[in-house]
């Protein structure tokens, strides 16, 4: 049980459509950061939110986009889903925003796109 | 590309032999190194992180880290069935936020 909790755990869109992920930090972990995780692949990273600005985005179109709120927990957003973003959704927490050695993952949100 | 290598696998071992996963990386700039263990259908556990170069130990767990080398692994004693899973590699990267780079991954199937 790492204390971070991600919804859905399943769902199914369409080719097109948007979908929210969401998310919250472990208790006193302030840094959120969504991972990417396709079949057989290592987990790839999105971005990462520190007290609600983006500080850090891997390679990955504007279509991923990202919120955090006050209290830390964090919204993924993907719009104009395309198939190959079928994948399992990461959201981590850590401490802090750049010395984080804790750093711990929720039980991810899986997505297929159709 | 900043990269991390793992060999696929599977890594077969019986049980209560010792397993080695062995991982390399090429940004020189990284500065910890993470394992986690990965159930299929499951997100990623973190077992260790490492960030001083020699061994880490937890329980049945060696983490070892050789920066000249940069050369990454992880031991463990005494496998067990309930080990056998995908094992990740990552190391995150200076520069000021958590990123982490995963490698692909090592199946590990233990077998009675």
């Known amino acids: 049980e790492t204390g971070v909790t991600q919804s859905p755990t399943h769902l199914i869109k369409t080719r097109g459509q948007q979908v929210t992920l969401r998310c919250s930090s472990q208790?006193?972990?302030?840094?959120v950061s969504w991972y990417q995780q396709a079949l057989g692949q290592g987990p790839q990273f999105i971005f990462q939110?520190?007290?609600?600005?983006?500080?850090g985005r891997g390679n990955f179109p504007p279509r991923f986009s990202g919120l955090q709120f006050p209290n830390y927990s964090s919204e993924l957003n993907v719009n104009a889903l395309e198939l190959d973003d079928s994948a399992l959704y990461l959201c981590?927490?850590?401490?802090?925003?750049?010395?984080?050695?804790?750093?711990?993952f929720g039980e991810g949100s899986w997505l297929t796109v159709v | 590309q900043k990269e991390v290598e793992q060999n696929s696998g599977p890594l077969s071992v019986p049980e209560g032999a010792i397993a080695s996963l062995n991982c390399t990386y090429s940004?020189?700039?990284?500065?910890?190194f993470f394992w986690y263990r990965q159930y299929s259908g499951k997100s990623p556990e973190l077992i260790m992180f490492?960030?001083?170069?020699g061994d880490k130990e937890d329980g049945r767990f060696t983490a070892q880290l050789n920066k000249a080398s940069q050369y990454v692994s992880l031991l463990i004693r005494d496998s067990q069935p309930s080990d056998s899973a995908t094992y990740l590699c990552?190391?995150?990267?200076?520069?000021?936020?958590?990123?982490?780079?995963f490698g692909a991954g090592t199946r590990l199937a233990v077998h009675p």
């Open positions: 940004d020189r700039g990284s500065q910890s």
């Open positions: 490492i960030y001083s170069n």
């Open positions: 939110y520190y007290r609600e600005e983006e500080n």
């Open positions: 990552a190391a995150r990267l200076s520069g000021g936020y958590n990123k982490l780079i």
């Open positions: 981590a927490s850590s401490p802090d925003s750049s010395s984080g050695n804790t750093i711990y």
């Open positions: 208790s006193g972990h302030n840094t």
